[in-house]
């Protein structure tokens, strides 16, 4: 069935405060590649940068700029 997974498709995640989670093991191919590109790594950030929140906030506690 389409549009239905049992699976992550990344073999990283990055929060907002910068942790690296690994939950596809780098040996397996993601979703994201097709059959033609199989020397990709599929690499996600886990924040919602439609609007301004959490990344915004914690720029400002660690006294960062926007770029």
């Not at 389409?2 to 699976?7: H, L, P, R, S, V």
């Not at 073999?11 to 093991?25: F, K, L, S, T």
């Not at 191919?29 to 033609?36: F, R, W």
Request: aromatic fraction near 8%.
């Amino acid at each position: 069935m389409a549009g239905i997974f049992d699976d992550v498709s990344y073999h990283y995640a990055v929060d907002c405060n910068g942790v690296i989670y690994e939950p596809r093991d780098i040996r397996f191919k993601g979703g994201h590649i097709d059959s033609d590109n199989s020397g990709a790594v599929g690499i996600v950030l886990l924040a919602d940068l439609s609007r301004r929140g959490e990344a915004e906030m914690l720029r400002n506690e660690h006294g960062l700029t926007a770029p």
